[in-house]
């Protein structure tokens, strides 16, 4: 049996989203079902000055074929003096119109986002976009930063870099306002590590460290989410 809490991920990153959750929902229990709507809510990681919080919530729709089910999701920050709260969106593939109500024509598609780090003053965040097609061996990260005090958003991958596998690690510690990939092809062993800018640009920085901040929050709300039954 597959256990929906146990975090493993299909690239190995260091922040892995739930992907053993996503494949419980095809376990033999479920099988004969019908089409169907899972839910998901990642912990809450609350910036360095405790004025934000970030989480996201996960949306899987199950379908008799694993290969026309998808995956999608939303960002959410929470101002915590005010209760303010905000979707974010990444403009990467996979990631526009999350929660459609209409996904016929993104049958497959898995978009993954969660909070993995906060700048050290709490002004920028940084997630984890995990993007991917099910039944197939395509497989990468994007990184979106929140820039909270303009409200900018910002899809990052290493450019122009040729890879198949890009991994988000963090913030780059050599390179202040970039952040972390490590990216190569499938098979071969020359990987390296790239310190991206928000507009995409890409320096090799084999030498530089992930780095991280913020405290994640354990929550009763965290985890698989009871999915409605049908009227």
Not at 34 to 43: C, D, I, P, V
Not at 82 to 111: E, H, K, Y
Not at 198 to 217: F, H, K, W
């Amino acid at each position: 049996m597959i256990d929906p809490f146990v975090q493993v991920d299909p690239l190995n990153s260091p922040h892995p989203v739930p992907w053993n959750w996503v494949m419980a929902t095809f376990s033999t229990e479920n099988i004969g079902v019908g089409e169907q709507t899972f839910y998901y809510r990642s912990q809450s990681l609350i910036s360095p000055d405790h004025c934000y919080a970030a989480y996201s919530r996960i949306q899987l729709y199950r379908k008799s074929e694993i290969f026309r089910s998808q995956v999608s999701s939303v960002l959410f920050v929470e101002n915590l003096h005010t209760g303010d709260l905000q979707a974010i969106t990444a403009s990467s593939p996979f990631a526009n119109n999350p929660f459609a109500d209409t996904v016929s024509d993104r049958n497959g598609t898995i978009s993954i986002v969660i909070p993995i780090a906060w700048s050290p003053t709490g002004d920028r965040l940084l997630a984890r976009e995990f993007e991917s097609i099910f039944c197939s061996d395509l497989a990468s990260d994007y990184a979106v930063v929140l820039d909270c005090q303009h409200n900018a958003v910002s899809t990052l991958a290493p450019t122009p870099v040729h890879y198949s596998h890009a991994i988000l690690l963090g913030w780059s510690q050599k390179h202040p306002g970039r952040v972390l990939f490590r990216a190569g092809t499938m098979g071969e062993d020359d990987w390296h590590l790239w310190a991206v800018d928000l507009t995409g640009d890409s320096q090799q920085a084999d030498e530089d460290v992930p780095i991280t901040y913020g405290e994640y929050l354990n929550s009763i709300w965290a985890g698989p989410q009871q999915v409605p039954l049908a009227g």
